[in-house]
């Protein structure tokens, strides 16, 4: 593209280093922040190609200003992109939200701290564990909290001068067992930080020691009969468990460490991320990002894990991801290709793929339209078509041992069955089972009586069949010039293999893909709707000929019958009187009394 010679010399001048760009529109407004290890390799590709996304095409013709922030290395550039994008919010850039809203669990700096939750971090010297991602983890963690470790709940300044001189009486939650009692004096300082330490390890992931305390306690209860006590220790120990079930990893020697994975579509990207400390899963969180231009997996990925890191005040020295990236020296990458850390790497994938279609869901229900463009767009890339194929027509053949050959068009608008739509055909030039012949009389049939009518043709053409049944089809594209004008594909049976005009090697789609499913279901209905019309053309067939042989029925006769009865067996079972209902008296009787012939004629045979 043409560029202005300000632009042009703004390019020639961008160093080689590390950085950060922005681009501004002629306004002065910010439109992109990007990040880059080589800034002026990777500014100058967004002006030196049309790209394949439309909206980076529009960006790049409002550039007007390029500024940038040389940096030292690729990891500081990642950490200043995502501040500058949380603090301008661009318009063709991933938007990530702030945390403010996040719920966080206290530990009160205070004499016989409290333990609760917050959305407000106030630097007193409390400690803060979080944040979590929503409300209900932080209550489920309290009320273990409060069934291991009874603690205070008031605001009182308990401190020794105050307690000393009698200020305090103990509340209701002493007298039904919540708390010892601080108050006044019941339960010493020393033995209540015992159990704040107690809580402080168990909110960062660490159950062993509770469960030994507890364990010990059990067991010097039981010694010393108070089976009352140690019955109570044993439902703590209980409580605990179950806690550190739900998020115990495989290996517990496997401590600290932060594991991200991304799940992405045309439109959406869904970053899962678990905290793992102590061998278990203390914290989980799926970050959505809706994406503004063709943004790889890597460079969302990577995004995603600097934002979540400062988000959840993350401070672990390893991470493992999907693929390799640069985070800078202080930080070790970890891509796993077996082992438990891969386990937990395809956990939290199996985590991003069922949040996405989660939202996949409530979209279909709450959007139809968007969701039916987005499957639309995931098509059209999959498929490497040209447009969407809004409009998608299914041909399939079905004969058995070469008799009735018909063959049935089915039409998808939209991703969805357009019934009215669909359309028979009796094959008319092809003798014999001949399915490539079959596949080139319909194909041109059928798109002859669209340009003859004026009517929409489709932008994708679907052949039930390999290479054979395509290229069939092809000469009917050829011979109604329109091959290269609409794209078709055929799709074998066997292992839903696709193939190209011209193109050997066929193209093989995720079997989990929307895509793939959407030519499955085409594929199947025109199987069925092809399979049903056989059936009922065979039925009709054999009843005609059966019909035939009555002495004194006619054609007209013949036509009646084959309407309403459909089938020769449906006939045969007939009353007198319903034959006569649809033909009248006479003729039913001959009719009637044929078959009874032939029936009893049968059964003496048989015996």
Not at 54 to 61: E, F, G, H, Q, Y
Not at 137 to 150: A, C, F, G, N, S
Not at 569 to 587: F, M, Q, T, W, Y
Request: charged share 30%; net charge positive.
């Amino acid at each position: 593209m043409a560029l202005s010679p300000s632009l042009e010399l703004q390019l020639q001048t961008l160093p080689d280093n590390p950085g950060v760009y922005q681009y501004f529109d002629a306004e002065g407004k910010i439109l992109y922040v990007g990040k880059a290890k080589n800034l002026k390799k990777r500014v100058s590709s967004y002006f030196n190609k049309v790209h394949d996304n439309a909206k980076t095409n529009v960006l790049v013709r409002k550039i007007h200003e390029i500024r940038h922030i040389v940096v030292a290395t690729e990891a500081d550039a990642l950490l200043l992109e995502n501040n500058l994008i949380k603090k301008l919010q661009p318009r063709y850039n991933v938007l990530l939200k702030d945390d403010k809203s996040y719920p966080w669990i206290c530990i009160k700096r205070e004499p016989y701290p409290r333990v609760f939750s917050t959305r407000r971090m106030i630097k007193d010297g409390s400690e803060y564990f979080g944040p979590y991602t929503n409300f209900k983890v932080v209550h489920t963690i309290l009320d273990m909290i409060k069934e291991l470790y009874p603690l205070r709940t008031c605001q009182l300044d308990l401190k020794p001068a105050n307690i000393k001189s009698g200020k305090f009486k103990v509340c209701l939650e002493y007298h039904i067992g919540n708390c010892k009692g601080p108050c006044e004096g019941l339960e010493s300082e020393a033995h209540y930080l015992e159990q704040v330490a107690a809580i402080r390890e168990i909110l960062k992931g660490n159950f062993k020691d509770s469960l030994r305390d507890f364990k010990k306690k059990m067991q010097e209860f039981a010694a010393e009969m108070q089976f009352e006590e140690a019955q109570k220790m044993k439902e703590k120990i209980e409580a605990l468990e179950n806690y550190q079930a739900r998020s115990t990893v495989l290996n517990p020697k496997i401590s600290n460490i932060d594991v991200f994975s991304i799940v992405s579509d045309e439109s959406m990207a869904f970053v899962n991320f678990l905290q793992i400390a102590h061998g278990a899963i203390i914290r989980s969180h799926t970050l959505e990002l809706k994406k503004k231009l063709d943004e790889t997996d890597q460079e969302l990925l990577e995004l995603a894990v600097i934002e979540l890191r400062e988000r959840f005040h993350l401070t672990s020295k390893e991470i493992v991801v999907p693929f390799e990236m640069d985070l800078g020296d202080k930080i070790k990458v970890t891509v796993p290709q077996l082992g438990d850390k891969k386990q937990i790497l395809e956990l939290s994938q199996r985590n991003a793929k069922y949040h996405r279609l989660e939202q996949l869901k409530q979209i279909q229900i709450v959007d139809p339209e968007r969701h039916t463009n987005r499957i639309m767009a995931q098509m059209q890339k999959d498929l490497r078509l040209s447009v969407e194929p809004r409009h998608i027509e299914c041909f399939d053949n079905s004969n058995i041992q070469g008799t009735n050959p018909v063959s049935a068009c089915v039409v998808f608008k939209d991703g969805k069955p357009s019934k009215k739509d669909y359309r028979h055909f009796n094959v008319k030039t092809v003798e014999g089972p001949n399915d490539f012949a079959t596949m080139e009389e319909v194909v041109y049939r059928r798109y002859k009586r669209l340009l003859d009518e004026n009517q929409p043709l489709p932008q994708l053409i679907i052949i039930d069949g390999g290479k054979g049944q395509l290229s069939s089809a092809l000469k009917s594209l050829e011979a109604l010039d329109l091959r290269g004008k609409i794209a078709i594909i055929g799709i074998a049976k066997r292992l839903e293999e696709l193939f190209y005009p011209g193109d050997s090697v066929p193209l093989y789609l995720d079997k989990k893909s929307e895509t793939l499913k959407v030519i499955q279901f085409l594929r199947n209905e025109a199987h069925r709707f092809g399979i049903t019309f056989h059936r009922d053309k065979r039925s009709k067939s054999a009843l005609q000929t059966s019909i035939e042989t009555i002495p004194g029925i006619g054609e007209k006769t013949m036509q009646t019958l084959i309407k309403h009865f459909k089938s020769v067996k449906r006939l045969k079972e007939a009353s007198e009187s319903e034959i006569s209902d649809v033909i009248g008296p006479s003729k039913a009787k001959k009719i009637y009394e044929f078959y009874t012939t032939i029936q009893n004629n049968n059964s003496l045979e048989h015996n």
